[in-house]
């Protein structure tokens, strides 16, 4: 996520100092990614040194407001016509997870995979009773939970996907966990030397 790009466009609207801002995130995000103020502030502090923003004197309460500049507008228009790259994503923890267990000896993908749909398909059904519940919220709120839609139905397909060619692959039997033990998925499991001998 962007911090730099989503106060620039915040200020857009006009000057705003640092817990507007934070504020303005949040609601136009619905709350789903929460801001630190000391990262909105750091970020501020960037943006200025850049020329991308200015600070303007301290308002009666002793808040200092922030306008765009004339720089920062061309920044801002640059990256809203410049499309997302897969690399400016962040790592993907459930690939790098299901890659790994694939990977190493004594894990049951086939419980992780479906452990992990049936925590997707929970999230989904909350996101879905929400957007019905929400019908009339705000458009940028809508956008935003539908976008968590969307991912987690390509999140349950892909998991789909996935444990079909885990079914087709030939994978070293995972270890048994007996009933009461630490969970493996939250857990790293003893390796059960027997089994390497």
Request: glycine share 4%.
């Given at each position: 996520m962007s911090v730099k790009h989503s106060l620039l466009a915040l200020l857009e609207r006009g000057p705003a100092y640092g817990y507007q801002?934070?504020?303005?995130?949040?609601?136009?995000?619905?709350?789903?990614w929460p801001l630190n103020i000391g990262q909105v502030y750091t970020t501020l502090n960037r943006l200025e040194r850049d020329?991308?923003?200015?600070?303007?004197?301290?308002?009666?309460?002793?808040?200092?407001?922030?306008?765009?500049?004339e720089t920062g507008r061309?920044?801002?228009a640059g990256w809203f016509a410049s499309p997302v790259q897969a690399a400016d994503r962040p790592r993907?923890?459930?690939t790098i997870k299901l890659a790994l267990a694939v990977t190493t000896p004594g894990v049951d993908?086939?419980?992780?995979?479906?452990?992990?749909?049936?925590?997707?398909?929970?999230?989904?059904?909350?996101?879905?009773r929400l957007k019905s519940a929400e019908e009339h919220a705000e458009l940028a709120w809508r956008l935003v939970l539908e976008s968590m839609i969307f991912r987690a139905e390509a999140e349950i397909r892909w998991l789909d996907h996935?444990?079909?060619?885990?079914?087709?692959?030939?994978?070293?039997?995972?270890?048994?966990?007996?009933?009461?033990?630490?969970?493996?998925?939250?857990?790293?499991?003893e390796l059960d030397r027997s089994r390497t001998n």
């Open positions: 801002l934070r504020a303005a995130f949040e609601s136009a995000t619905g709350n789903t020329e991308l923003v200015e600070a303007l004197p301290e308002n009666d309460s002793g808040q200092r407001p922030y306008r765009i500049t061309r920044h801002l993907d923890e459930l993908v086939t419980d992780v995979i479906q452990r992990q749909r049936g925590a997707t398909l929970r999230l989904l059904q909350e996101y879905t996935t444990e079909a060619v885990v079914a087709r692959a030939e994978l070293p039997a995972p270890f048994p966990f007996a009933v009461g033990e630490p969970d493996p998925a939250e857990a790293t499991p």
